[in-house]
């Protein structure tokens, strides 16, 4: 599937919408449109409800891909993202990367 049909599947909120969104996560890396989708992505509030575990959601996990991908672009829109989220859902996120601030995270995604 391409990356918009990707999107799509996470925004209609398709049953396999985290397996989509983990598709275009891995993407990001080489893959400039996919990153711009998964920026975009990040906004939604299904996203930023949506939990993996304890406090992880489906969009912190697709800002933590955008810093792993540690390209200029992808580390802007990690930003972006981040800073659209609530003050304490930030909090918490930092809290879980174990950073004072969004630009000393530099996760690894295995």
Do not use: C
């Not at 972006?80 to 969004?102: C, G, K, N, S």
């Amino acid at each position: 599937m391409d990356n918009a049909e990707l999107a799509r599947m996470v925004e209609a909120e398709h049953p396999y919408r985290g397996r989509a969104l983990f598709e275009l996560n891995d993407r990001v890396a080489t893959d400039d449109d996919a990153v711009t989708k998964v920026a975009m992505l990040t906004r939604l509030t299904s996203l930023r409800r949506a939990r993996l575990f304890d406090r992880v959601s489906l969009a912190w996990s697709a800002i933590i891909a955008l810093l792993a991908a540690e390209t200029t672009n992808a580390r802007t829109e990690a930003y972006a993202a981040f800073r659209a989220l609530d003050p304490e859902e930030q909090h918490d996120m930092l809290d879980y990367l174990e950073v004072t601030a969004i630009e000393e995270a530099h996760p690894r995604i295995a």
